[in-house]
């Protein structure tokens, strides 16, 4: 039996410029950091006594005795790409899905981490990445960006860079006073509204026009956020200043970005005293963070009172197996693992070019 432990991401800026289309003519970066809420993925060999092959629990129970047969389009075709057979999964989550926090690309590397491990092998944090990219990107055509799949897979404060040749993962280092500092100035709320993050990106791609203009600008902030955060005599306040900033420019990307009503509980954060936030994901709903002073958080948390409070702690360490028990399987049809030809030459392409620091 395998269980393994993936962290849910929260975007800050850059969010839209790790599209592929965009990065790959003009470059693109995003900052963001995992936090203490995660996916667990329990994977085991389904004893051969019933008059099925396969169990999957998530938010339905499937039963199937053939892979083909599998409607979750990620576990469906992550078990033909590892050739995984006669399985039993079951997904467990601190946080609902479609909820603005790479939920869904979270499962999927912390599902090909049980598998590996369940096949007996270990595959480190940038393979999982790529792996994740190729499933939801390539075999489950979902629209999106490739952030989501590497904030989780490797974990931390980060300034991921994307261009033509792949991305490298950079930490950003900042005393730990300082990231504690940025931890409790930070506020979350759950909105209560869900969406597919898919479905959003296609929305506000219909919807959106030409967003260069407005993505280059956030891409510029990038730097400017990150330059806030190293920099210890600066004044740490701007952050959530520049939230505001990206959360405005991102309003004008798509006409799924936002609603009415996330307008009017933003505007409550703000009247109350908060200095910038935004809504996290693709947009639609899920959850709102706020940037707050400290003088000013029980005044932010009265406006928020018939939201959700999500309280959270920074994490570092990303997808990882936190519980390995071996059991010995042989197929019946003693079939060699190996990979869909088509993801060599994905990785080839684009993934096998990654530079992580």
């Given at each position: ?76 075709n992550a078990m033909k790409m590892l050739d995984m057979h006669e399985i039993r999964l079951t997904y467990e989550s601190d946080l609902p ?261």
């Amino acid at each position: 039996m395998i269980i393994t432990k993936t962290p849910f991401r929260m975007s800050f800026f850059g969010g839209g410029t790790d599209m592929k289309d965009f990065f790959t003519e003009h470059g693109g970066a995003v900052l963001s950091t995992t936090f203490d809420k995660y996916c667990y993925v329990n994977v085991r060999h389904l004893p051969r006594f019933f008059d099925y092959s396969t169990e999957l629990c998530y938010s339905r129970t499937e039963r199937v005795t053939s892979v083909d047969e599998i409607r979750h389009p990620a576990i469906r075709n992550a078990m033909k790409m590892l050739d995984m057979h006669e399985i039993r999964l079951t997904y467990e989550s601190d946080l609902p899905a479609r909820s603005g926090l790479g939920t869904s690309s979270s499962f999927a590397v912390g599902m090909l981490n049980a598998f590996y491990a369940l096949k007996g092998k270990y595959a480190d944090k940038k393979r999982l990445a790529d792996e994740a990219i190729y499933l939801e990107r390539t075999l489950c055509n979902e629209m999106g960006g490739w952030q989501d799949q590497i904030a989780s897979s490797f974990g931390g404060l980060n300034r991921i860079n994307f261009n033509a040749d792949g991305y490298e993962v950079r930490p950003v280092i900042i005393s730990p006073e300082r990231k504690r500092r940025l931890n409790d100035n930070l506020i979350m709320f759950f909105t209560g509204f869900t969406r597919f993050s898919s479905e959003m990106q296609e929305a506000n791609a219909k919807t959106g026009g030409d967003r260069t203009p407005q993505l280059k600008e956030m891409l510029a902030l990038v730097d400017q956020a990150e330059n806030v955060l190293t920099d210890s005599h600066g004044d740490l306040d701007d952050f959530g200043r520049l939230l505001d900033y990206t959360w405005k420019l991102k309003r004008q990307t798509g006409s799924a970005v936002t609603t009415k009503d996330i307008d009017a509980l933003y505007a409550k954060g703000i009247k109350a005293g908060a200095l910038g936030g935004k809504l996290l994901g693709a947009g639609g709903g899920g959850f709102l963070i706020f940037y707050v002073q400290p003088e000013h958080r029980a005044d932010v948390a009265e406006a928020m009172k018939g939201l959700l409070h999500v309280p959270f702690e920074f994490e570092d360490d990303g997808t990882k197996v936190i519980y390995y028990s071996p059991e010995s399987y042989a197929p019946v049809d003693n079939m060699d693992c190996r990979f869909d030809d088509g993801l060599n030459r994905y990785q080839n392409s684009y993934i096998g070019k990654v530079r992580s620091y």
